[in-house]
């Protein structure tokens, strides 16, 4: 398959890699229908991630159909023909961390959790094409990915909306109204959003889901500001 | 003592031996001040001023004195250089033992006065060096994490289950589950009750094979064992499954004790070849964990046999598996 690999610093190459096969019994291999660039993988692209290294498959959004699903995966949660968004962290499911719904803690997910562990103090769930650091699994931004924890993470898509409608599940949308989740907005509040680039337009459609009486975006790009305004926002 | 008065104990000897270092750093700086300041008046005092060496000697002995200062007051390493101000002491008693013999009278008087001084400076300069390295060895003993020296070494590490301690006991006690999550062990086989024959991979792609039995048991709470007949690499090791605060969980205590072959040559061999037993060790309790957890170790395509110390860094890339590298497995 083709797939978008990293080379070097500033660098990455469109290659030709295997196709991914299940290696996990709970695995289950996706062809992507749609895929995103995140900011986060400006951070690996020019190098400021350590671990990264030449071929490592990136990216971390994406969505698609299911093709083929190990023996492991409950036929009840996911079959092949399923359409889902895949969350970009990767969980078990039956770990400390993902009963208390922290799957960005999942305690199983990351095999170099123990890196993790010594640079950061603590360790972090695998993500799909997001260093060695986080686990060494291959990213999205390519034709086929392997999922692990199948049964657990992917969110099945089971209306028409389309590919653009959703694949911001898999990572932005969900930053963007953590941010506004944790703010505890009351409907009295008027709730200002410093940059409006992606994250910030997520956040503050999500501060307005959640209730805020006036949303302020705050920017120096005016094309962001009108973006803002066009969703309905105070630029 | 618990391990924490042994730690609070270590360091509070280190805090002395740090305080004298410092005092022995003052003591350089004053010396080396007055040599280079007054080397005349130095010289005068000592008896020396009738040679016209000592009047280059001075100057270069308060430089020195200047070294061990700097050392000794900007350093936590007392004991370096504890140590290099005695090596200077044995010089400067060997330059008064020759400006002795050469001398007589007054002069003579002078340089026994100063000797004796420096005798005296020399003993105290000895007791610091001595404390300070033996400060060192013990305050790095008492670690958890393996001892530096050879001989036997004992490794701890502990993990939090999410399965109750009778489960996580009984996948324990069938012995043969422990290779799925050792990555060292090949194979355990039980051949009695009590006893099992373990082998496992060692560096270098030698092979060890031991008998062990097993020397104490509590169903559902503890495991100890160890090593039978003539090992390779005698082991023993206690595992305990302690009920976690929360009620479902887990926390799996283990401690292994073993002796590497070569003594402190073969560990340091070992961990430069990736193969730190402790690191070992905690891998291990991470893949029992996914394997209880998730049923599987897990694997990505940087680590596609689960985690290996010795594959750490690099990993292969994290990209999928060509054929040929899949039916290869864990040794392409």
Sequence with gaps: ?235 | MTQLATREAAKARQEDVQRRGRRLGWVSLGLGVAQLAAPDTVRRISGVDDSPTTRAVVPLVGARELVHAAGLLTSRRKSVWAWTRVVGDAMDLASLGVAIAHRSGRRRRRLVAVTGAVVGITVVDLLTAVQATRAKKIGSAPTARGSREGGPMELTATTTIRKPPPKVYAFWRDLGNLPTFMAHLEQIRTTGDRTSHWSASAPFGKDVEWDAEIVDEAPGEKIAWRSTGNADVPNAGTVRFVPAPDGVSTEVHVVLSYDIPGGAVGKAVAKYFGEEPHQQLDDDLRRLKQVLETGQVVRSEGAPWGKRARKEFPQRPAQPLSDSELAKGADS
């Design chain 1, 1 to 235: 398959m083709r797939a978008n690999t990293w080379a070097g610093r500033n660098k990455v190459k469109v290659r030709d890699v295997p196709d991914p096969k299940i290696l996990n019994e709970r695995d289950a291999i996706v062809r992507i229908t749609s895929t995103a660039i995140c900011g986060s993988d400006l951070h690996l692209l020019d190098g400021y991630v350590p671990t990264m290294q030449d071929g490592d498959v990136m990216g971390h959004e994406f969505m698609g159909e299911v093709i083929e699903v190990g023996q492991g995966v409950d036929p009840g949660r996911l079959r092949v023909g399923d359409r889902v968004v895949v969350p970009f962290p990767i969980a078990c499911g039956a770990c400390g961390a993902c009963a208390a719904e922290l799957y960005s803690c999942c305690e199983n997910s990351n095999p170099n959790a123990g890196i993790a562990e010594k640079m950061f103090g603590h360790p972090v769930a695998g993500i799909f094409g997001y260093s060695h650091l986080t686990g060494g699994f291959a990213g999205g931004q390519a034709q086929y990915a392997r999922v692990p924890f199948a049964d657990v993470g992917p969110l099945k898509i089971e209306s028409d909306l389309t590919d653009e409608q959703v694949l911001f599940l898999s990572d932005i949308l969900p930053t963007g109204y953590m941010g506004a989740e944790m703010c505890d907005i009351q409907s009295t509040d008027v709730v200002a959003v410093w940059g409006a680039g992606p994250v910030g337009q997520f956040a503050m459609d999500s501060a307005r889901a959640l209730g805020a009486a006036k949303v302020i975006a705050i920017d120096k790009e005016p094309y962001r500001l009108q973006m803002a305004e066009r969703a309905g926002h105070t630029a």
